[in-house]
């Protein structure tokens, strides 16, 4: 949240170790998202309603500039959730590093209708027209994922609607929800309680089954607090992603000091329980990014926030770079291992893009990009970044795309490929070839990319942001000065590299008190 000139940021954290479990809300503060400093814990297990667990919620600010959290406490050895609320100790704290548990909690606690041991992570709490608050909380019941939306006049006395939010069958526990506003034609985020012919909503939904996120797109009816995902909208696995590599249980606030949404993500480890134990840490915070509705309303676009750019050092620009078939042209003069690269492509045809095999499964890219990796030679594409490559390939992180031609239409492959990225043994690592399809207009024949790379962790923005993937990577050779990051083309048609800008990234300073 944004509080009187101050970014919070509350996580989950383990205080005891790099495994699950002992999880407390962490709490950081910074004024810029990027330099951060530590505070002591803000919730942890402390009352007969947290016992057991101080799980995931929300921030909402209340009338009269009041922050107040709202979490998941469990409350007994069978995972029976309730939700909690915490409030600051002393408003006057700049930093707000104490907070309380009044003695009236739990707030909400699941009736029959509920699976208690699946109702968890509450939501930002909206303001309707009629001066009642709603939050909502997900759950499941059955293979049914749930939305279940609750009112209140005062924030203390909630009631559960007659009928969720929204629910789909067949899609599993649903946890940290998100709901929220954007605007169909501005490029302002807006405050979470907006509505009106203005705005579309967002819904998002993190799915406990395949530890993916989704969301669609829709309309939201408060005169019936339910809302409904726009016609051509994939509402299940298949449908739209917010990334499609490490990436899961994100949340967005509204940033009122510019007028902002910012989505925030958790990216898990890749590697073994004891290569986490033995390093003594597990998990980051991915750069925070900003969040807005396409013009073609059709999904949202993602850019990593302005104020990442104040860690970029030393620049290096190259221009009109032929890269025939085969070709790579390692970009020099930066930190490879800690970097941020934008680059355009362009191509004089498509003529040569290869057909769109109609056994593929048009949802599962991570599958088809295993099949057609960087190496594989096609038509137009694979063509992009090698990242955190060792100086003879041994290892590297290819990000790239590929272009099919499908019977109306040309499809584009972002993939981001984790499975070369190390020579260490994988025995319990996860490097696979994550991968999302770009719905993107090639009129003007050019394919945009932006990466940002630090040492084990690559965040590609494909198209604008059009498709985002996240790839979490150990290697061995190539680390720090021994890293290197080149432009590449394995298709049959001659690529361009229109404008490459990459940077050195500076690490950043802990915040002064």
């Not at 009642?132 to 609750?150: C, M, V």
């Not at 042209?329 to 490879?336: M, S």
């Not at 498709?467 to 720090?480: E, G, M």
Request: hydrophobic content about 35%; some cysteine; glycine content about 8%.
């Amino acid at each position: 949240m944004y509080y009187n000139g101050i970014y919070h940021l509350f996580y989950q954290d383990n205080p005891k170790g790099a495994i699950w479990g002992n999880i407390v809300w962490a709490h950081s503060v910074s004024t810029d998202l990027i330099n951060w400093k530590r505070l002591p814990n803000a919730i942890y297990p402390s009352k007969p309603f947290d016992e057991y667990g101080c799980w995931s919620g929300s921030a909402t600010i209340l009338p009269g500039n009041k922050p107040i959290i709202l979490y998941t406490g469990i409350i007994d050895k069978n995972k029976t959730q309730v939700q909690n609320y915490a409030i600051p100790a002393n408003l006057s704290d700049p930093f707000l590093q104490k907070w309380i548990k009044p003695y009236n909690n739990p707030l909400v606690v699941a009736d029959r209708s509920i699976n208690k041991t699946a109702f968890r992570d509450p939501t930002t709490a909206w303001l309707g027209r009629d001066g009642q608050w709603r939050i909502s909380i997900g759950g499941r019941w059955g293979t049914t994922g749930i939305s279940y939306l609750y009112r209140s006049k005062n924030f203390m006395h909630w009631v559960k609607a007659k009928n969720p939010l929204h629910s789909r069958n067949g899609t599993g526990n649903w946890e940290c929800l998100d709901f929220y506003p954007v605007s169909i034609s501005g490029k302002n985020g807006l405050d979470t309680s907006v509505m009106g012919s203005g705005v579309k909503h967002v819904l998002k939904v993190s799915l406990d089954v395949t530890r993916h996120e989704y969301y669609t797109l829709g309309t939201y009816f408060p005169e019936k607090d339910v809302y409904i995902p726009d016609e051509e909208m994939v509402d299940g696995w298949n449908g739209l992603r917010y990334d499609y590599g490490n990436f899961y249980a994100s949340k967005s606030f509204f940033d009122p000091s510019k007028k902002r949404r910012i989505l925030w993500a958790w990216a898990n480890e890749s590697d073994s329980k004891a290569d986490r134990v033995k390093k003594g840490w597990a998990g980051i915070q991915l750069i925070p990014r900003t969040i807005v509705l396409d013009p073609d309303g059709k999904q949202l676009l993602q850019w990593p926030v302005v104020e990442v750019e104040i860690l970029r050092g030393k620049k290096v620009k190259l221009s009109n770079k032929i890269l025939v078939k085969g070709k790579k042209i390692e970009i020099r003069g930066i930190t490879a291992a800690q970097a941020d690269v934008e680059v355009t492509f362009s191509f004089y045809s498509l003529d040569k893009a290869e057909p769109f095999d109609p056994r593929w499964d048009r949802y599962d890219a991570q599958n088809i990009c295993s099949q057609k990796g960087s190496t594989v030679q096609g038509g137009l594409g694979p063509f992009g970044l090698l990242t955190l490559a060792s100086q003879n390939l041994e290892e590297y992180t290819p990000v790239f795309f590929r272009v099919f031609k499908a019977q109306n239409k040309h499809l584009v492959l972002m993939c981001s490929d984790a499975s070369r990225s190390t020579l260490k043994d994988g025995m319990g690592a996860y490097r696979p070839s994550f991968a999302g399809f770009v719905d993107v207009d090639l009129t003007g024949k050019k394919l945009s990319l932006r990466s940002l790379i630090d040492i084990s962790v690559v965040e590609s923005f494909g198209a604008g942001g059009k498709t985002c993937i996240t790839s979490r990577v150990y290697p061995t050779l190539a680390i720090y000065h021994n890293a290197h990051l080149y432009a590449f083309n394995n298709g049959i048609e001659t690529v361009k590299i229109d404008s490459l800008k990459a940077w050195s990234m500076n690490r950043p300073e802990q915040m002064n008190q």
